[in-house]
Protein backbone atom coordinates (compact mmCIF):
# COMPACT_ATOMS: atom_id res chain seq x y z
CA UNK A 1 0.00 0.00 0.00
CA UNK A 2 1.22 3.62 -0.80
CA UNK A 3 0.00 6.98 -0.83
CA UNK A 4 -1.02 6.97 -4.26
CA UNK A 5 -3.67 3.94 -2.97
CA UNK A 6 -4.74 5.76 -0.29
CA UNK A 7 -5.46 8.61 -2.46
CA UNK A 8 -7.83 6.83 -3.95
CA UNK A 9 -9.77 5.85 -1.01
CA UNK A 10 -12.66 8.77 -0.32
CA UNK A 11 -15.48 9.19 1.73
CA UNK A 12 -19.17 7.60 -0.18
CA UNK A 13 -21.53 9.91 1.32
CA UNK A 14 -24.16 8.42 -1.31
CA UNK A 15 -23.47 5.28 -0.29
CA UNK A 16 -26.87 3.77 0.62
CA UNK A 17 -27.57 1.08 3.28
CA UNK A 18 -29.75 -1.48 3.84
CA UNK A 19 -30.01 -2.66 6.97
CA UNK A 20 -32.21 -6.07 7.83
CA UNK A 21 -32.89 -6.27 11.35
CA UNK A 22 -33.85 -10.23 12.80
CA UNK A 23 -35.34 -10.33 15.37
CA UNK A 24 -36.09 -13.12 17.47
CA UNK A 25 -37.64 -12.22 20.79
CA UNK A 26 -38.93 -9.19 22.77
CA UNK A 27 -35.52 -9.31 24.87
CA UNK A 28 -33.06 -9.55 22.10
CA UNK A 29 -34.89 -7.60 19.63
CA UNK A 30 -34.92 -4.16 21.97
CA UNK A 31 -31.13 -5.92 22.78
CA UNK A 32 -30.42 -5.11 18.88
CA UNK A 33 -32.71 -2.03 18.77
CA UNK A 34 -30.66 -0.09 21.30
CA UNK A 35 -27.88 -0.63 19.65
CA UNK A 36 -28.31 0.05 16.13
CA UNK A 37 -29.95 3.63 18.06
CA UNK A 38 -26.83 4.23 19.28
CA UNK A 39 -24.46 4.40 16.25
CA UNK A 40 -24.81 7.26 13.35
CA UNK A 41 -26.90 6.06 10.16
CA UNK A 42 -27.14 7.71 6.78
CA UNK A 43 -30.35 8.97 6.37
CA UNK A 44 -30.68 7.06 3.18
CA UNK A 45 -30.76 3.83 5.25
CA UNK A 46 -32.92 1.46 5.41
CA UNK A 47 -34.11 -0.49 7.94
CA UNK A 48 -36.08 -3.56 7.48
CA UNK A 49 -36.83 -5.52 11.21
CA UNK A 50 -37.46 -9.31 9.91
CA UNK A 51 -39.14 -12.06 13.19
CA UNK A 52 -39.69 -15.44 11.51
CA UNK A 53 -41.89 -17.69 12.97
CA UNK A 54 -40.69 -21.61 13.48
CA UNK A 55 -43.13 -24.47 12.38
CA UNK A 56 -44.00 -26.67 14.68
CA UNK A 57 -43.02 -29.98 14.20
CA UNK A 58 -45.45 -32.84 15.38
CA UNK A 59 -43.93 -35.75 16.30
CA UNK A 60 -44.92 -39.26 14.24
CA UNK A 61 -47.97 -40.15 15.83
CA UNK A 62 -49.07 -37.30 17.49
CA UNK A 63 -52.94 -37.25 18.64
CA UNK A 64 -54.63 -35.12 15.69
CA UNK A 65 -57.05 -34.04 17.89
CA UNK A 66 -54.42 -31.63 19.03
CA UNK A 67 -54.69 -30.02 15.26
CA UNK A 68 -57.19 -27.16 16.28
CA UNK A 69 -55.40 -26.39 19.36
CA UNK A 70 -52.03 -25.96 17.38
CA UNK A 71 -53.82 -23.90 14.58
CA UNK A 72 -54.44 -21.56 17.81
CA UNK A 73 -51.10 -21.60 18.73
CA UNK A 74 -49.78 -20.55 15.02
CA UNK A 75 -52.38 -17.92 14.98
CA UNK A 76 -50.94 -16.67 18.69
CA UNK A 77 -48.01 -16.29 17.54
CA UNK A 78 -48.44 -14.63 14.70
CA UNK A 79 -50.21 -11.99 16.04
CA UNK A 80 -47.30 -11.78 18.91
CA UNK A 81 -45.10 -11.42 16.06
CA UNK A 82 -47.06 -8.68 14.47
CA UNK A 83 -46.94 -7.17 17.83
CA UNK A 84 -43.30 -7.54 18.13
CA UNK A 85 -41.92 -6.30 15.09
CA UNK A 86 -44.47 -2.82 15.13
CA UNK A 87 -43.21 -2.31 18.91
CA UNK A 88 -39.60 -1.93 16.97
CA UNK A 89 -40.15 -0.38 14.42
CA UNK A 90 -41.87 2.61 16.86
CA UNK A 91 -39.04 2.44 18.74
CA UNK A 92 -36.35 2.56 16.12
CA UNK A 93 -38.57 5.39 14.19
CA UNK A 94 -38.47 7.31 17.74
CA UNK A 95 -34.18 7.80 16.59
CA UNK A 96 -34.66 7.37 12.80
CA UNK A 97 -37.51 9.95 11.85
CA UNK A 98 -36.33 10.66 8.03
CA UNK A 99 -35.21 7.13 7.50
CA UNK A 100 -37.45 4.21 5.58
CA UNK A 101 -38.22 1.59 8.57
CA UNK A 102 -40.36 -2.05 7.17
CA UNK A 103 -41.44 -4.60 9.08
CA UNK A 104 -42.37 -8.76 8.24
CA UNK A 105 -43.26 -11.30 9.41
CA UNK A 106 -42.43 -14.73 8.14
CA UNK A 107 -42.39 -18.07 8.37
CA UNK A 108 -40.17 -21.19 8.32
CA UNK A 109 -36.84 -22.09 8.71
CA UNK A 110 -34.97 -19.36 10.10
CA UNK A 111 -31.90 -18.99 7.85
CA UNK A 112 -33.14 -20.08 4.95
CA UNK A 113 -35.51 -17.42 5.32
CA UNK A 114 -33.10 -14.47 6.27
CA UNK A 115 -30.60 -15.97 3.63
CA UNK A 116 -33.49 -15.73 0.72
CA UNK A 117 -34.15 -12.45 2.17
CA UNK A 118 -31.20 -10.88 1.68
CA UNK A 119 -30.90 -11.47 -1.46
CA UNK A 120 -33.69 -10.82 -2.19
CA UNK A 121 -33.90 -7.54 -0.63
CA UNK A 122 -30.24 -6.72 -1.53
CA UNK A 123 -29.18 -6.01 2.30
CA UNK A 124 -25.42 -4.94 2.89
CA UNK A 125 -25.77 -5.87 6.53
CA UNK A 126 -28.02 -8.07 8.44
CA UNK A 127 -28.11 -7.96 12.41
CA UNK A 128 -29.08 -10.33 14.81
CA UNK A 129 -28.60 -11.32 18.47
CA UNK A 130 -26.47 -13.90 19.81
CA UNK A 131 -29.10 -16.33 20.29
CA UNK A 132 -32.16 -16.72 21.53
CA UNK A 133 -34.55 -19.67 23.03
CA UNK A 134 -32.15 -22.27 22.15
CA UNK A 135 -29.19 -20.59 23.27
CA UNK A 136 -27.24 -22.58 26.86
CA UNK A 137 -24.36 -19.79 27.69
CA UNK A 138 -24.04 -15.98 26.37
CA UNK A 139 -20.67 -16.91 25.12
CA UNK A 140 -21.90 -19.55 23.06
CA UNK A 141 -23.39 -18.41 19.78
CA UNK A 142 -26.52 -19.79 18.76
CA UNK A 143 -26.97 -22.03 16.16
CA UNK A 144 -29.33 -19.78 13.80
CA UNK A 145 -26.60 -16.83 14.31
CA UNK A 146 -23.26 -19.27 13.99
CA UNK A 147 -24.70 -20.40 10.77
CA UNK A 148 -25.46 -16.89 8.98
CA UNK A 149 -22.13 -15.27 10.38
CA UNK A 150 -20.81 -18.17 8.23
CA UNK A 151 -23.42 -18.28 5.24
CA UNK A 152 -24.86 -14.50 4.36
CA UNK A 153 -23.42 -13.11 1.55
CA UNK A 154 -23.27 -9.54 3.30
CA UNK A 155 -21.68 -8.34 6.11
CA UNK A 156 -22.90 -9.63 9.33
CA UNK A 157 -23.44 -7.54 12.59
CA UNK A 158 -23.71 -9.75 16.11
CA UNK A 159 -25.31 -8.17 18.48
CA UNK A 160 -23.96 -9.52 22.20
CA UNK A 161 -26.63 -8.58 24.67
CA UNK A 162 -23.84 -7.13 26.93
CA UNK A 163 -23.14 -4.21 25.16
CA UNK B 1 -17.87 4.49 21.08
CA UNK B 2 -14.66 2.52 20.90
CA UNK B 3 -14.67 0.17 18.07
CA UNK B 4 -11.51 -2.10 16.87
CA UNK B 5 -11.08 -3.04 13.67
CA UNK B 6 -8.77 -5.82 12.89
CA UNK B 7 -6.53 -5.68 9.53
CA UNK B 8 -4.25 -7.74 8.49
CA UNK B 9 -1.79 -7.84 5.18
CA UNK B 10 -4.32 -8.79 2.58
CA UNK B 11 -6.08 -6.71 -0.28
CA UNK B 12 -9.29 -6.98 2.04
CA UNK B 13 -8.05 -4.52 4.79
CA UNK B 14 -8.58 -1.78 2.35
CA UNK B 15 -12.21 -2.68 1.33
CA UNK B 16 -12.79 -2.77 5.00
CA UNK B 17 -11.72 1.02 5.60
CA UNK B 18 -13.43 2.04 2.56
CA UNK B 19 -16.49 0.96 4.06
CA UNK B 20 -15.46 2.85 7.10
CA UNK B 21 -15.13 5.54 5.54
CA UNK B 22 -18.99 5.74 3.92
CA UNK B 23 -20.29 5.42 7.34
CA UNK B 24 -21.26 8.03 9.63
CA UNK B 25 -19.82 7.67 13.35
CA UNK B 26 -20.06 10.00 16.32
CA UNK B 27 -17.91 12.43 16.97
CA UNK B 28 -16.30 11.25 19.60
CA UNK B 29 -15.56 7.50 18.38
CA UNK B 30 -12.37 5.86 19.07
CA UNK B 31 -10.86 3.77 16.43
CA UNK B 32 -7.80 0.95 17.57
CA UNK B 33 -7.20 -0.31 14.46
CA UNK B 34 -5.41 -3.31 15.76
CA UNK B 35 -3.00 -6.26 13.92
CA UNK B 36 -1.76 -9.45 15.75
CA UNK B 37 1.40 -10.70 14.03
CA UNK B 38 1.87 -14.47 14.19
CA UNK B 39 5.14 -16.00 15.16
CA UNK B 40 7.25 -17.05 12.59
CA UNK B 41 8.93 -19.87 12.82
CA UNK B 42 9.92 -20.92 8.87
CA UNK B 43 13.91 -20.42 9.69
CA UNK B 44 15.96 -22.68 11.67
CA UNK B 45 18.50 -19.51 12.40
CA UNK B 46 17.20 -17.58 14.58
CA UNK B 47 18.95 -13.84 13.64
CA UNK B 48 17.00 -14.65 10.60
CA UNK B 49 13.74 -15.04 12.40
CA UNK B 50 14.78 -12.15 14.42
CA UNK B 51 15.18 -9.82 11.04
CA UNK B 52 12.60 -11.39 9.48
CA UNK B 53 10.09 -10.28 12.78
CA UNK B 54 11.38 -7.02 12.78
CA UNK B 55 11.19 -6.20 9.47
CA UNK B 56 7.30 -7.65 9.26
CA UNK B 57 7.00 -5.16 12.78
CA UNK B 58 8.28 -1.84 10.72
CA UNK B 59 5.79 -3.17 7.34
CA UNK B 60 3.15 -3.33 9.97
CA UNK B 61 3.64 -0.01 11.86
CA UNK B 62 3.75 1.67 8.52
CA UNK B 63 0.81 0.53 7.22
CA UNK B 64 -1.24 0.74 10.40
CA UNK B 65 -0.08 4.72 10.48
CA UNK B 66 -1.20 5.55 6.80
CA UNK B 67 -4.65 3.85 8.03
CA UNK B 68 -4.50 5.67 11.38
CA UNK B 69 -3.77 8.93 8.94
CA UNK B 70 -6.81 8.85 7.07
CA UNK B 71 -9.59 7.48 9.41
CA UNK B 72 -8.36 10.96 11.11
CA UNK B 73 -8.16 13.07 8.23
CA UNK B 74 -11.94 11.58 6.55
CA UNK B 75 -13.55 10.67 10.03
CA UNK B 76 -13.94 14.16 11.99
CA UNK B 77 -12.91 14.43 15.71
CA UNK B 78 -12.24 10.99 15.61
CA UNK B 79 -9.95 9.41 17.34
CA UNK B 80 -7.39 6.24 15.96
CA UNK B 81 -4.94 4.14 18.18
CA UNK B 82 -2.45 1.37 16.45
CA UNK B 83 -1.65 -1.84 18.05
CA UNK B 84 0.31 -4.00 16.49
CA UNK B 85 0.68 -7.10 18.69
CA UNK B 86 2.68 -10.72 18.49
CA UNK B 87 1.14 -14.14 18.81
CA UNK B 88 -1.98 -15.92 18.70
CA UNK B 89 -4.69 -13.48 16.64
CA UNK B 90 -7.71 -15.02 18.31
CA UNK B 91 -6.40 -14.93 21.89
CA UNK B 92 -4.51 -11.15 21.17
CA UNK B 93 -7.86 -9.75 19.83
CA UNK B 94 -9.99 -10.95 22.74
CA UNK B 95 -7.12 -9.48 25.28
CA UNK B 96 -7.31 -6.34 23.39
CA UNK B 97 -10.73 -6.44 23.61
CA UNK B 98 -10.77 -6.87 27.76
CA UNK B 99 -8.17 -4.44 28.03
CA UNK B 100 -9.78 -1.39 25.59
CA UNK B 101 -13.53 -2.31 26.27
CA UNK B 102 -14.66 -1.18 23.22
CA UNK B 103 -18.54 -1.51 21.80
CA UNK B 104 -17.87 -3.23 18.57
CA UNK B 105 -15.10 -5.43 17.00
CA UNK B 106 -15.22 -4.94 13.37
CA UNK B 107 -13.26 -7.86 11.20
CA UNK B 108 -12.86 -9.75 8.01
CA UNK B 109 -14.36 -12.45 6.45
CA UNK B 110 -12.16 -12.58 3.47
CA UNK B 111 -11.40 -16.01 2.58
CA UNK B 112 -8.35 -17.63 1.33
CA UNK B 113 -9.79 -20.61 0.17
CA UNK B 114 -12.20 -22.17 -2.85
CA UNK B 115 -15.57 -20.77 -1.75
CA UNK B 116 -15.44 -17.70 0.20
CA UNK B 117 -19.19 -17.11 0.64
CA UNK B 118 -18.88 -20.33 2.88
CA UNK B 119 -16.73 -19.40 4.76
CA UNK B 120 -16.01 -17.37 7.79
CA UNK B 121 -12.63 -17.58 8.91
CA UNK B 122 -11.07 -19.36 11.52
CA UNK B 123 -10.29 -16.21 13.13
CA UNK B 124 -13.39 -14.50 12.99
CA UNK B 125 -15.50 -17.25 13.58
CA UNK B 126 -13.64 -18.12 16.84
CA UNK B 127 -14.14 -14.27 17.80
CA UNK B 128 -17.77 -13.79 17.28
CA UNK B 129 -18.16 -16.80 19.42
CA UNK B 130 -15.77 -15.56 22.11
CA UNK B 131 -16.33 -11.64 22.31
CA UNK B 132 -18.19 -10.28 25.15
CA UNK B 133 -18.88 -7.28 23.11
CA UNK B 134 -21.03 -7.04 19.52
CA UNK B 135 -18.24 -8.38 16.10
CA UNK B 136 -19.47 -6.93 13.22
CA UNK B 137 -18.02 -9.46 10.17
CA UNK B 138 -17.66 -7.38 6.41
CA UNK B 139 -17.73 -9.29 3.49
CA UNK B 140 -16.73 -8.40 -0.23
CA UNK B 141 -20.09 -9.07 -1.76
CA UNK B 142 -19.06 -8.64 -5.06
CA UNK B 143 -16.03 -11.36 -4.32
CA UNK B 144 -18.79 -13.20 -2.58
CA UNK B 145 -21.39 -12.72 -5.14
CA UNK B 146 -18.59 -14.53 -8.01
CA UNK B 147 -17.88 -17.17 -5.26
CA UNK B 148 -21.72 -18.86 -5.67
Not at chain 1, 5 to 16: I, S, V, Y
Not at chain 1, 49 to 56: A, K, R, T
Request: aromatic fraction near 6%; glycine fraction near 4%; hydrophobic fraction near 40%.
Amino acid sequence: MNTATLGLLATNPEAKMKVLIAVEDKEFGETIIDYIKKNNWNTDTKFKILHVIEPYELDEGVDVTYLPFLEDTKEQARAAAKTLVNSLTIKLKDKFVNCSIESDVAEGNPKEILLKEIEKWSADLLCLGTHGRRGVSKFLLGSVSQALASHAPCAVLIVKKST
Amino acid sequence: MKVIVCVDDSEFTEFMIQQLLNRRWHDDTQFKILTVLEPISMSPDPRMTEFLTLKREREAKKKLAAWRNLLSRVIPRSLVHIDIRQGSPVEEILKAAVEWQPEKIIMGAHNKGICPRFNLGSVSGSVVKQAFCTVEVLRDTEKAALSK
